[in-house]
């Protein structure tokens, strides 16, 4: 969003409407933040009430100008109490017990919302969105796939469409492989994603990176069918979908956010040697970002270049900082494992457990740690 | 489709920093912008995110 969004003139009429936060979630200096309001997933927008230190509005996921102009609205509204229906409370209920991390009874209240909504409610696309999203995340997968299936048809031809039908497409892959369910759900929410993916409209109204997202979830859902042709197809088209929303990108930062992307697609096509000059130029265009370095790193240990990727792993752990650090770390060690240096992945995996030690509460996590340890007792 | 996922967990998208903005926005410190919205009596927009 820094790139395509938060730079367009069209917000400058919010400008003097907020205080504008950015809260960086590996920056330590936020730990007590994300404490009081646990962020599930990036990015994750927010309007707080000061008054209350609470949570106004939230939105988990990116946004366009347009879609964002209308949380801004939305989220103004909320805080000086301009509600119009039941609903809208609700829903603003709903999303203040999620801004606190109570999943449980915020789902239960956006189900709430949702069944209260007035006619042409036009809140119903963010309510319908929110509910999709914290099911997902809460891991409710059967839940969550049954209500995109339930809501799809009133989304349909929506950016909101787009997003519940891939979110419960990817709950409905999750369900075990035995649930008598499973099939049919799949199909029908692949449908609804397939469908919101060819609709021109639908494809004007989403960011290229939403755009991105949803080729992955069709992608899985083609692998999943055991469809290899088609799933080759389809990253084919996402790889040249990504080289051309790169080529027309106006700055380099623009350019920067297709990298992880486009990575994807080239190590998912066994070619990851085409990722090298693009993240090369992207670490010559920000010096001290360590995800050029830490993508290189990728890109060489798929190439089995170890030494070059060790290199990029080096360059990078001289920039990362925060939780982000345990990701470079596990790279670095599993670069280690391929190229046969058990010694020096054993090293580099108890480096991470004591460096995920380290973090303060909001950043510390538990998860993370036992999982480290695990590795590490296996080694 | 395991080793995609896994590859995009990894990767997961943000992008860098250097953007020029069209709004102020106030860098990792909640206690300026809580003191600023409250004196101001505005609502603030907080965007969560990482450089990675």
Known sequence: MRAFVFTDKA??????????????????KNAAFLTKYPIPALPTLLVLDPRKESVALRYVGGATV????????????????????SADTLLASADKLAGEGKSDEAIALY??????????????????????????????????????????????????GANVAATGLDCALGLDEKDPKRPALVSLLEKAARESFDDPKVAAAMSGDDRSGLY?????????????????????EWSSF??????????????????PHRLSAYLELKTPEKAIPMLEQTERDFPDDYN?????????????????????????????????????????????????????????IAEAVAYAKSLPTGQRNERTIASLEKKLAGM | MKRLTLALTLLALAATAQAKETVPFI?????????????????????????W
């Open chain 1, 11 to 28: 917000l400058e009429r919010y400008a003097g409407r907020f205080v504008w936060l950015a809260v960086d979630t590996e920056n330590a």
């Open chain 1, 216 to 236: 992955m979830t069709l992608i899985g859902a083609r692998a999943d069918a055991k469809d290899e042709a088609a799933a080759q197809r389809l990253t084919q």
């Open chain 1, 66 to 85: 347009p879609q964002l102009s209308k949380i801004l609205d939305d989220g103004e509204r909320s805080f000086r109490g301009r509600t119009s229906s």
């Open chain 1, 242 to 259: 990504l080289d051309a929303e790169a080529a027309r990108a106006k700055t380099p930062e623009q350019r920067s956010v297709y990298d």
């Open chain 1, 292 to 348: 050029p370095p830490a993508r290189l790193a990728l890109a060489y240990k798929a190439m089995k270049q170890y030494d070059q990727a060790l290199a990029a792993s080096d360059r990078a752990l001289q920039h990362v900082y925060g939780p982000r650090k345990i990701t470079v770390l596990r790279a670095r060690a599993d670069i280690y494992a391929e190229k046969g240096d058990k010694e020096s992945a054993k090293k580099t």
């Open chain 1, 111 to 160: 189900a709430q919302a949702l069944a209260r909504a007035p006619k042409n409610w036009k809140l119903f696309n963010r309510a319908a969105e929110s509910y999709a999203v914290a099911l997902s995340l809460a891991g409710k997968s059967p839940q969550c796939a049954d209500v995109a299936r339930d809501l799809y048809p009133r989304l349909k031809g929506t950016a909101s």
């Open chain 2, 27 to 51: 860098e990792n410190d909640y206690a300026t912008a809580l003191s600023r919205a409250r004196a101001k009596n505005l609502p603030i927009f907080v965007e969560a995110w990482a450089p």
